[in-house]
Every structure is written in structure tokens, then in C-alpha cells.
């Protein structure tokens, strides 16, 4: 068992949630059991699906909005894949299919694990050879090794992530493929910015990133880097997605009101959607590029080798 040394903490209904020196980025400490965990996701967490509209919105993406992240994943994902490589894609944590179905229409051969059984029954007419089981079966799918595995929004929700990644590294992902992953990005500038002054007086909504039990992992762009770097990966690229941390700050506070918050993201979207249109990916990647430098943006995305 791994000695978790902190140099502080935040409590959050009642889950302790720790600075941790020894790992390197803020966690749960301890840790729920993988029976407290399977109690949460099977009463809690899939039957909240449905008032969720980042999860909802992805199998039709009513706003094209899904589409534009995928074209700008697969366009890095290509940029640093070396050609002689076969075009396969295992995505770990696929939820509904969503992203191995737009990569299947690109022509890769898809692969994929999924924990939620009602996510799996949505996409199981699709052949997108997705499995239903949980993160800690990988090895027993028998998966073959993929020129690129990808981590979308899962890292943060695992009780080891260290463990899966290093099974990634010497199991899943050819030598000289790429390792994808999308992680919130938490306990930024932006975030203790809000705390200070947005949020100074409405001490409900402080740390209102934290979401113990659903994310026992935090990290920032600086924190994600030494991880995978001390995990024996080599980072390739990282970027940022849009900081939606600054609509409080002018005044569209959608923390204190979330009933706002989808008029913020559809902002954030008709951004996105100009910039597609006009074909402006160097200026977004440059743009979204300095957001990364300067620590903030709601998500990471970062790009990896095996070192």
C-alpha cells in the first residue's frame, strides 16, 4: 500500500480530498472501495445520465460540437503517428460510442471498453467491438496492441490510474503509437481566481470543481505532465480546451446558476464552430496552445509516446 504524504487538504461531503507530495497531483485519500465505487456508478451516477447534456448530447451531437473535437483529435493524432503503423484505435472508458464510431467512419478498426452496461446496450448494433466490463478486466478482453489508445474523461474518475497507464505502456499500445488523454483540468489560476472573488462569499459553490465520489483525480497541466513522465511516457503535445472560467468573471456566473450554464457552452461552441468553418486550426491550436502555457482551460488534452 502507497504511503500518501499531503501537504494539505480539502474536505468535500465528507471525502477528504489531499495535496499528495508522494503522487504528485490532489486525490481522494483514502480511496473508496471498488464496492462503494460499483454501489455509486450503479444507483448514482448512469441513472443521473439523462440530466446530463455533455454525456446526452454525444451519440447525435445536436450541436456539431463532438464532431470538431474529434476532427482536431484526429488531426494531432496524425500529425505524430508514424505512417507504417496500422490504423487501430482502442478506446478505454468509450461510453457510448461516440468517438470510435467517428474514427470507424474514418476507416480505422475500432476497439473498446466500456464499464456502464446501458451505455454498451446503446452502441452494441454499431460493430464497434466495444466490451462491456470493468477498467480492471483490460486484461482479460485479450485486446490486441493499437497504434493508439485513447483516455477521454476517465482518468480522473480511477481509483489506480497509474496502474492502467503503465498496463497501456507494456500491453496495449504499440511501440512508437500515441496515448490520448482528456482530463479536466483542476485547482488552476483560473479556478483560485473564482474562489477569491466571484465565489468569495458563497463559500457552498468554493472548490466547486472537486466532485468526490464521481473524480477521485485532479490535476493541472504542470501535475499531468510529471505523471506521465514518471510513468515512462514522452509528451508529444498538450493543449487546452476553452476556459469557461471566465464567464464568472465577466459576469455570467453559471456556478451560482447553473441554469446558465448550457447559454456558456453554446457560447463556447459557436467559437468553436467560426473557427472550423473558416478552417482556422493553426489559429485555434495557437490560441488554445498559450491558454495551455498559461495553466488554464477547462480541460487537458495531452499527447503521448512510450519514452
Known amino acids: 500500500m502507497p504511503r500518501h504524504e499531503y501537504s494539505e487538504f480539502i474536505?468535500?461531503?465528507?471525502?477528504?480530498?489531499?495535496?499528495c507530495v508522494s503522487c504528485g497531483y490532489w486525490h481522494v485519500h483514502p480511496m473508496p472501495t471498488e464496492e462503494e465505487l460499483r454501489d455509486y456508478y450503479h444507483k448514482s451516477y448512469y441513472e443521473n445520465l439523462g440530466d446530463?447534456?455533455?454525456?446526452?448530447?454525444?451519440?447525435?451531437?445536436?450541436?456539431?460540437?463532438?464532431?470538431?473535437?474529434?476532427e482536431d483529435k484526429l488531426r494531432r493524432i496524425k500529425k505524430f503517428l508514424a505512417k507504417e503503423l496500422p490504423l487501430r484505435v482502442l478506446d478505454i472508458g468509450s461510453g457510448y460510442g461516440d468517438f470510435l464510431r467517428f474514427m470507424k467512419n474514418k476507416g480505422w478498426e475500432t476497439m473498446g471498453l466500456e464499464p456502464s452496461e446501458d451505455a454498451c446496450e446503446i452502441c452494441k448494433d454499431d460493430n464497434l467491438n466495444i466490451r462491456c466490463a470493468q477498467f480492471y478486466d483490460l486484461l482479460k478482453m485479450d485486446f490486441p496492441s493499437s497504434s493508439v489508445v485513447t483516455l477521454n474523461s476517465v482518468l480522473e474518475h480511477l481509483p489506480a490510474p497509474a496502474e492502467v497507464l503503465r498496463l497501456v505502456k507494456e500491453r496495449l499500445l504499440i511501440p512508437g503509437g500515441i496515448l490520448n488523454i482528456h482530463v479536466p483540468n483542476d485547482f488552476s489560476l483560473l479556478q483560485q481566481l473564482l474562489?477569491?472573488?466571484?465565489?468569495?462569499?458563497?463559500?457552498?459553490?468554493?472548490?466547486?470543481?472537486?466532485?468526490?465520489?464521481?473524480?477521485l483525480n485532479y490535476w493541472?497541466?504542470?501535475?499531468?505532465?510529471?505523471?506521465?513522465?514518471?510513468?515512462?511516457?514522452?509528451?508529444?503535445?498538450?493543449?487546452?480546451?476553452?476556459?469557461l472560467e471566465l464567464f464568472p468573471l465577466m459576469g455570467e456566473d453559471y456556478i451560482s446558476n447553473p441554469e446558465i450554464g448550457r447559454q456558456m457552452h453554446l457560447k463556447r461552441v459557436r467559437l468553436e464552430k467560426w473557427l472550423y468553418e473558416v478552417n482556422s486550426n493553426d489559429f485555434k491550436d495557437a490560441l488554445y496552445e498559450a491558454?495551455?502555457?498559461?495553466?488554464?482551460?477547462?480541460?487537458?488534452?495531452?499527447?503521448?509516446?512510450?519514452?
Not at 448530447?57 to 473535437?69: L, N
Not at 474562489?195 to 465520489?213: C, F, G, M, R
Not at 499531468?224 to 513522465?229: G, P, W
Request: aromatic share 14%; charged share 20%.
Open 195 to 215: 474562489n477569491d472573488t466571484v465565489l468569495k462569499e458563497n463559500s457552498a459553490n468554493q472548490n466547486y470543481w472537486l466532485h468526490p465520489p464521481e473524480h
Open 52 to 70: 446530463n447534456r455533455s454525456m446526452t448530447d454525444k451519440p447525435h451531437d445536436p450541436d456539431g460540437f463532438y464532431y470538431i473535437q474529434y
Open 220 to 243: 493541472t497541466h504542470q501535475s499531468l505532465k510529471q505523471f506521465l513522465t514518471t510513468l515512462g511516457y514522452e509528451i508529444l503535445y498538450i493543449t487546452s480546451t476553452f476556459p
Open 11 to 19: 474536505v468535500k461531503d465528507s471525502y477528504k480530498v489531499i495535496n
Open 291 to 307: 491558454f495551455a502555457q498559461l495553466g488554464i482551460g477547462r480541460e487537458i488534452e495531452a499527447f503521448a509516446t512510450i519514452a
